[in-house]
């Protein structure tokens, strides 16, 4: 059974900092990986998605990995901002199909400190 | 593009009364949808898998008499929380897929039962 983790639970940086988020999974068998970003009260926005064929993709500041053998991926932020506080999530398919429903992280709340 | 909208955004109700959400894919046709739970402070859980046309598949221990899912279009997927109660208490938001790679959210609708 596929279980997704993050670390840490819960993150405080001040403005301008360059900060890492990591998720790990137990079943390295993925389709794909996908990051989102939850602000309080809101459903989720999709930040990134890496397929299993790929080792990172990028989004202005942000910068995803991905390494299947271990079984993981981090969310890198440059220069991060007061904006970019929100509740990072990371998800994977948990079948066998890419489409298949999504198991989602523990997630990392995320302060920036103006 | 891809846009899922929810309807409603927040309901309150008394315990015992059914509550319908509803979920959209405003620009594409979605023959999947996904219908999710988060409790304060929790990450997502997967509640139930939609097909267009077709039953629900539910996720081992969510009572599929008590939350009702139809999807009776490309376009539409429902749910029926029926004879609510305050353990019920939650934030609900739905996924949609068009078989593609990524599955696109909604903004989520929060129950609250008295």
């Known amino acids: 059974k596929q279980e997704v983790t993050q670390i840490p639970a819960a993150l405080s940086v001040p403005e301008g900092e360059n900060l890492v988020l990591n998720c790990s999974f137990t079943?390295?068998?993925?389709?794909?990986l996908q990051w989102f970003r939850q602000d309080p009260g809101k459903g989720l926005t999709s930040l990134l998605l890496?397929?299993?064929?790929?080792r990172e993709q990028t989004s202005g500041r942000l910068n995803a990995s991905l390494d299947k053998s271990s079984g993981r991926s981090t969310l890198y932020i440059a220069a991060s901002q007061p904006g970019d506080s929100a509740t990072y999530l990371c998800?994977?398919?948990?079948?066998?199909?890419?489409?298949?429903?999504?198991?989602f992280g523990t997630g990392t709340l995320l302060a920036v400190q103006p | 593009g891809a846009v899922v909208s929810q309807h409603p955004s927040r309901v309150i109700c008394k315990s015992g009364t059914s509550v319908k959400i509803e979920c959209r894919s405003l620009?594409?046709?979605?023959?999947?949808m996904f219908w999710y739970r988060q409790f304060p402070k929790q990450s997502l859980m997967l509640m139930a898998t939609?097909?267009?046309?077709?039953?629900?598949?539910?996720e081992q221990g969510v009572e599929k008499d008590k939350f009702l899912i139809n999807h009776a279009s490309l376009t539409l997927s429902t749910l029926t929380v029926t004879s609510a109660h305050p353990e019920d208490s939650s934030f609900y938001i739905c996924?949609?897929?068009?078989?593609?790679?990524?599955?696109?959210f909604g903004p989520g609708t929060r129950l609250t039962v008295l």
């Open positions: 996924s949609a897929t068009n078989q593609g790679f990524e599955q696109f």
């Open positions: 079943d390295s068998a993925i389709y794909n």
């Open positions: 890496i397929q299993s064929s790929q």
């Open positions: 998800a994977v398919p948990g079948g066998g199909g890419a489409t298949n429903k999504l198991i």
């Open positions: 620009d594409f046709q979605a023959t999947t």
């Open positions: 939609s097909n267009e046309g077709s039953k629900a598949t539910y």
